[in-house]
């Protein structure tokens, strides 16, 4: 018996080879493949697969139950052992369901959600429930109990240096293999399929190829209204080159333009669906899934391209100059503070600071760092423990918040990206392909004038070289030499502006639930300093708000 959650896009392949070894099958899915592999492989299923899942799988035969997670994360899947069994499911709510389930506050896991924007462990705020980390499974049996459940690793990202480097050229060649092939795999579909075109490269090589099989395919794109933005945030809006890309690519376009109300009224809806806060500013997702679900019921999405082939440079080059291991671990966690820093943990978390005694994030942070430390000599390896690590952490975030605001609007997002054979061949790329400056590691002499972080920042926007010349082939060049830009809304003048009011009448007035767990007068004073200009604090305004609408809703035990 099977309950099984995503797409397998090897699934015909998989069939053959089982039909050969005398296999039938009733129906044309990809469900019925899962399950007779299952059956077949056990386990060893698993690697087999090629797609996004969350399956549990009761084995009739040796009456066990397997749990598992696909690679990468795309599918989430939630559990909570106890006494008399293990409960699990997609979303957290499965499990809050039942009639006795306590429902407490897991103060580490806000913890590290306020110092990294995320939550880099298996924990989630609900005391007691986890989520089961990417490439792991489960194995439940009666007969072993359940008091010690324990995730198994089945899988796992391995960035290094290929043992016998190969020519440029051939990488290429490769690389524009491998991308054709994985978005052709995920084409395939019942129902009628869009791409996201953010503007992007990612999105727009998607769409690229993806418009050759489906002539007129519908692409979909978020802009934002910037008559109050101001600095970086002008160039947000991405709508020209989007529109410039469906022309090119002869696509059925739509598009919305989001203003500062537009954020203040799907709060409630974001808590609900996101179930916890995570990576971002997310609401912009929602809204884009929710112009998609309109017209179309599978979505392609870009997310993954900027992990695998280092498109976050000013990063990566913080790991290169380093006098040790512990020196790479501070700097690359002071870089991840992106909410409140170490310094400042201990006076905003004062109400509950009793409760965690010693624990800091610091020690979360090495612990997730920690993987094959001792390898690390060459610049190269510094980098690619880098991309081990964002692809852990940042990019799992990004996966949760991609399934969870697509399917709160019956769509289905994939990810032609994180393909296997794609994300294969990106992991034993070499580094001196995916960034040009690695030659010349970045150092800033701290006698030259001028503002030191905009100087690092404007040499180091370097990276994904070997995916911009690929993508060449496929997408206009000054789209694939374009600088990478975010998917972000103009938050910060927002807050400043419009939506003043609001960020006053959520996190400054009355009695918010937030102040139960949190120094009231300390983040008024950070509020503050976003307010009077002094500071750009929109992520940590977000995410105060976006925590206040989740504890409105959460209904449990703060202290």
Same mark, same amino acid.
């Not at 430390?373 to 852990?392: C, G, Q, T, W």
């Given at each position: 018996?099977?309950?099984?959650?995503?797409?397998?896009?090897?699934?015909?392949?998989?069939?053959?080879?089982?039909?050969?070894?005398?296999?039938?099958?009733?129906?044309?899915?990809?469900?019925?493949?899962?399950?007779?592999?299952?059956?077949?492989?056990?386990?060893?299923?698993?690697?087999?697969?090629?797609?996004?899942?969350?399956?549990?799988?009761?084995?009739?035969?040796?009456?066990?139950?397997?749990?598992?997670?696909?690679?990468?994360?795309?599918?989430?899947?939630?559990?909570?052992?106890?006494?008399?069994?293990?409960?699990?499911?997609?979303?957290?709510?499965?499990?809050?369901?039942?009639?006795?389930?306590?429902?407490?506050?897991?103060?580490?896991?806000?913890?590290?959600?306020?110092?990294?924007?995320?939550?880099?462990?298996?924990?989630?705020?609900?005391?007691?429930?986890?989520?089961?980390?990417?490439?792991? %499974?489960?194995?439940?049996?009666? /007969?072993?109990?359940?008091?010690?459940?324990?995730?198994?690793?089945?899988?796992?990202?391995?960035?290094?240096?290929?043992? /016998?480097?190969?020519?440029?050229?051939?990488?290429?060649?490769?690389?524009?293999?491998?991308?054709?092939?994985?978005?052709?795999?995920?084409?395939?579909?019942?129902?009628?399929?869009?791409?996201?075109?953010?503007?992007?490269?990612?999105?727009?090589?998607?769409?690229?190829?993806?418009?050759?099989?489906?002539?007129?395919?519908?692409?979909?794109?978020?802009?934002?209204?910037?008559?109050?933005?101001?600095?970086?945030?002008?160039?947000?809006?991405?709508?020209?080159?989007?529109?410039?890309?469906?022309?090119?690519?002869?696509?059925?376009?739509?598009?919305?333009?989001?203003?500062?109300?537009?954020?203040?009224?799907?709060?409630?809806?974001?808590?609900?669906?996101?179930?916890?806060?995570?990576?971002?500013?997310?609401?912009?997702?929602?809204?884009?899934?929710?112009?998609?679900?309109?017209?179309?019921?599978?979505?392609?999405?870009?997310?993954?391209?900027?992990?695998?082939?280092?498109?976050?440079?000013?990063?990566?080059?913080?790991?290169?100059?380093?006098?040790?291991?512990?020196? %790479?671990?501070?700097?690359?966690?002071?870089?991840?503070?992106?909410?409140?820093?170490?310094?400042?943990?201990?006076?905003?978390?004062?109400?509950?600071?009793?409760?965690?005694?010693?624990?800091?994030?610091?020690?979360?942070?090495?612990?997730?760092?920690?993987?094959?430390? /001792?390898?690390?000599?060459?610049?190269?390896?510094?980098?690619?423990?880098?991309?081990?690590?964002?692809?852990?952490?940042?990019?799992?975030?990004?996966?949760?918040?991609?399934?969870?605001?697509?399917?709160?609007?019956?769509?289905?997002?994939?990810?032609?990206?994180?393909?296997?054979?794609?994300?294969?061949?990106?992991?034993?790329?070499?580094?001196?392909?995916?960034?040009?400056?690695?030659?010349?590691?970045?150092?800033?002499?701290?006698?030259?004038?001028?503002?030191?972080? /905009?100087?690092?920042?404007?040499?180091?926007?370097?990276?994904?070289?070997?995916?911009?010349?690929?993508?060449?082939?496929?997408?206009?060049?000054?789209?694939?030499?374009?600088?990478?830009?975010?998917?972000?809304?103009?938050?910060?003048?927002?807050?400043?502006?419009?939506?003043?009011?609001?960020?006053?009448?959520?996190?400054?007035?009355?009695?918010?639930?937030?102040?139960?767990?949190?120094?009231?007068?300390?983040?008024?004073?950070?509020?503050?300093?976003?307010?009077?200009?002094?500071?750009?604090?929109?992520?940590?305004?977000?995410?105060?708000?976006?925590?206040?609408?989740?504890?409105?809703?959460?209904?449990?035990?703060?202290?």
């Amino acid at each position: 018996m099977l309950a099984y959650n995503g797409e397998v896009y090897n699934f015909r392949e998989l069939r053959h080879e089982l039909e050969t070894l005398g296999y039938r099958f009733r129906s044309t899915s990809d469900t019925e493949v899962v399950l007779n592999a299952l059956i077949e492989w056990g386990v060893g299923a698993l690697t087999r697969f090629n797609g996004m899942f969350a399956l549990a799988w009761w084995d009739v035969r040796r009456r066990s139950m397997l749990l598992a997670r696909d690679r990468y994360g795309i599918k989430p899947l939630y559990y909570a052992a106890r006494s008399d069994g293990v409960a699990f499911g997609s979303e957290q709510k499965a499990i809050l369901a039942l009639p006795d389930f306590r429902r407490r506050l897991d103060h580490q896991a806000l913890i590290e959600y306020f110092t990294f924007q995320n939550i880099f462990t298996d924990r989630t705020l609900i005391e007691g429930v986890r989520i089961l980390p990417a490439g792991h %499974y489960i194995h439940l049996s009666q /007969s072993r109990g359940f008091d010690a459940v324990k995730p198994v690793q089945y899988w796992d990202f391995d960035f290094r240096e290929p043992d /016998s480097p190969r020519d440029s050229r051939e990488y290429e060649e490769e690389l524009d293999r491998l991308f054709n092939a994985a978005v052709s795999r995920q084409l395939v579909s019942d129902v009628e399929l869009g791409c996201y075109l953010s503007g992007g490269m990612d999105s727009g090589s998607i769409a690229a190829v993806a418009s050759r099989d489906h002539p007129y395919l519908k692409t979909f794109t978020c802009g934002f209204d910037l008559r109050s933005a101001s600095g970086l945030e002008l160039a947000f809006d991405e709508r020209e080159q989007a529109e410039y890309m469906s022309y090119c690519f002869r696509t059925e376009h739509y598009e919305m333009v989001l203003k500062a109300g537009d954020m203040e009224r799907v709060m409630p809806k974001i808590a609900w669906h996101l179930e916890e806060p995570r990576v971002g500013q997310c609401y912009p997702n929602f809204y884009a899934a929710k112009l998609a679900s309109k017209f179309v019921k599978v979505v392609l999405s870009g997310a993954g391209g900027d992990e695998l082939f280092g498109g976050y440079p000013w990063r990566y080059y913080r790991a290169v100059v380093n006098d040790d291991f512990e020196h %790479y671990v501070d700097k690359y966690y002071e870089f991840w503070q992106r909410l409140i820093p170490n310094s400042l943990l201990k006076d905003v978390f004062a109400p509950i600071a009793a409760s965690f005694g010693s624990m800091w994030t610091r020690d979360i942070f090495r612990d997730v760092f920690q993987h094959h430390a /001792s390898e690390l000599v060459r610049p190269e390896d510094y980098i690619n423990h880098s991309l081990y690590f964002e692809a852990k952490t940042f990019l799992h975030g990004l996966l949760v918040v991609e399934d969870k605001l697509s399917m709160a609007h019956g769509l289905e997002s994939r990810v032609p990206f994180l393909d296997n054979d794609l994300v294969d061949f990106a992991m034993v790329c070499p580094v001196h392909l995916k960034l040009n400056n690695l030659a010349n590691v970045i150092r800033i002499n701290e006698n030259e004038p001028g503002d030191k972080a /905009s100087i690092y920042y404007s040499r180091t926007k370097d990276g994904k070289k070997i995916l911009r010349d690929v993508m060449q082939r496929h997408i206009p060049p000054e789209i694939a030499s374009a600088e990478k830009q975010g998917f972000s809304a103009p938050d910060a003048s927002w807050f400043r502006g419009e939506s003043i009011e609001f960020v006053k009448r959520s996190l400054l007035v009355g009695d918010p639930a937030i102040y139960q767990l949190l120094d009231r007068t300390v983040v008024k004073r950070l509020i503050d300093e976003h307010l009077t200009g002094k500071t750009n604090r929109r992520l940590l305004i977000w995410s105060l708000l976006n925590v206040e609408a989740w504890l409105q809703q959460a209904n449990c035990e703060l202290a």
